[in-house]
């Protein structure tokens, strides 16, 4: 077995680290109020790695909100939700109008609150709770940048697999506050099947809701 070499072999960085993601060409490191991101290809003692500490001055809320799809990473901040390649960074709030209204509802936020996101059909999901309690949940459309509400979706986490032979998205939901229940979200996009008119806790799913200018409709929260 190797030993740790606690001398030599390690980067430092200026704040606690709390979120780790990985892109073709660098690896970010999230923080409190910041992130950072190592460049190069071979680690410490002998390495070649270029650490830069910050390079974006947006911090990350909760490190569930950490997903990456398509060579990006997506994560949710209290400056907005970002995506990243590790190149350059866009803020998909300020690109879909919904800046205000997510700087006012992170305003409120405390520890108790988590922030999840996941990815499904090339449209990022995104639900934040306090606790138990559901505060809100968007679908975001990745081409376009329209935001739609999700009502109902009680979420901690996501992660991805398989359904039969379809590629699935799942998640961890507190919809039942003694236990955390996993769900899928394929059948969030079945608006014509009458066999999802209620979520699996039995609420009642409700029309879509579309953000003026955009030309898609965001499903009802479905289990």
Request: aromatic content about 12%; overall charge negative; glycine content about 8%.
């Amino acid at each position: 077995m190797t030993a740790w070499d606690t001398t030599d072999a390690w980067n430092d960085f200026s704040l606690p680290v709390i979120g780790l993601a990985s892109t073709k060409n660098v690896m970010l490191v999230f923080h409190d109020g910041m992130v950072s991101r190592i460049r190069g290809n071979t680690p410490p003692p002998e390495e070649d790695m270029v650490v830069d500490d910050p390079w974006q001055k947006v911090g990350l809320l909760d490190p569930f909100s950490i997903t990456e799809y398509m060579d990006q990473i997506y994560f949710c901040a209290a400056e907005g939700v970002f995506r990243t390649d590790g190149v350059s960074m866009d803020d998909i709030t300020l690109k879909g109008g919904m800046l205000r209204y997510w700087l006012d509802l992170v305003s409120n936020a405390t520890s108790t609150w988590t922030f999840a996101t996941g990815i499904i059909r090339n449209k990022l999901i995104i639900s934040v709770m306090d606790g138990t309690t559901f505060k809100d949940a968007f679908i975001i459309d990745l081409q376009s940048y329209a935001w739609g509400r999700l009502s109902n979706m009680k979420v901690t986490s996501f992660w991805t697999g398989q359904y039969g032979n379809a590629d699935e998205t799942y998640f961890g939901s507190r919809a039942v506050t003694s236990e955390v229940r996993v769900g899928r979200l394929n059948t969030i996009f079945d608006v014509d099947n009458s066999a999802y008119k209620s979520d699996a806790d039995g609420t009642a799913v409700g029309p879509p809701w579309r953000p003026r200018s955009t030309s898609w409709d965001a499903p009802g929260s479905r289990r």
